[in-house]
């Protein structure tokens, strides 16, 4: 190889993609749409996969999952929920802003198969993790219904754009404020009884997809759940997913994050997403602090 040529090679592996956000759209209370350039992630992302993102260099790495991607513009889509230090400082960047790193897609990608009615239930942020799933299962031929919950309206997300790819989308709020008064499950409860379902699907708080299993279980429907344990690497190497289902240890980054939900130890899932929760408040303090100087 001339030197040239060489050095030109050098430089071409040298130079570090700029993860530019391109928009940031609020669609809920402190729940930000992000389009960022990954070109590299939007051309291999499938449905259920997710990034590991640290928005700034000395951010903690944070696991997201793809809400959509395009190969042509080369951008990816996330939708955020401001929790924690972390979060809160993806949410406070601004298109022409560059995250420092996007590592992705990782995790398996979700069972894409003609199985019948399938039903998609999400809570809060969840939609953003079960929106890929609904469309890839529906473009598979699928019927799919989808449930969403919220506390009340204001936090109903990306019902929109569910609407686009379910053929039925049905709305649960604790308060009433939209769709039926109380929780997801109340809504699945119903529909259960009025379809012959053949899969369900389910993303959002802990409690939540453990009452979804609990509810599916007795009529023997394959219920699968999107874990949300706390990761570092997202490599299989730290061991921070792991899991327990059906009794045996997996790691959520690697095995999953989709799991069979009536083999899922969601009490064990609980306590260690619950393990740092005072660093994490000092975290968060310390974050809006420095946002706010
Ligand atoms: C595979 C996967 C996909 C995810 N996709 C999305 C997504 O698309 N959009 C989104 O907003 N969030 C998503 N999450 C959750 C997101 O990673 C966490 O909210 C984030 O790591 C919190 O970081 P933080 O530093 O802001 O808050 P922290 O300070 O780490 O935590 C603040 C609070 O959130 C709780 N928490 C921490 N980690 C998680 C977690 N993994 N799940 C739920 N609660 C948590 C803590 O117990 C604490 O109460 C996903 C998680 C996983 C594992
Ligand atoms: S995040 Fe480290 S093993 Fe899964």
Known sequence: MRKAEGAALCKLHLVTPRFTIHETIEVGPDIARIVVDAP????????GQFVIIRPLDDSERIPLTICGADPDKGTITLVVQAIGGTTTETNAMEAGEAFSDILGPLG???EIEEFGTCVVVAGGVGVAIVLPVAKALAEAGNRV?????ARDDDHLILV?????VCDEVLLATED??????????DVLEKVMGAHDVDRVLTAGPIPMMR???????????PTI????????DGTGMCGGCRVTVGGETLFACIDGPEFDAHAVDFVSLQKRNEAYH??????????????DA
């Open 145 to 149: 219904i989808g449930i969403v919950g």
């Open 176 to 185: 009433g404020s939209a769709g039926t008064r109380g929780f997801v499950t």
């Open 40 to 47: 590299r992630v939007a051309r291999h992302a499938r449905a």
């Open 160 to 164: 929109d754009e569910m609407t686009d």
């Open 278 to 291: 005072t660093f994490e408040a000092c975290r968060l303090r310390d974050a809006r602090e420095e946002l």
């Open 108 to 110: 398996l990608p979700t």
């Open 225 to 232: 759940a999107s874990l949300n344990p706390i990761m570092v």
């Open 211 to 221: 009452a979804v299993g609990e509810l599916t279980r007795p009529h023997g429907t």
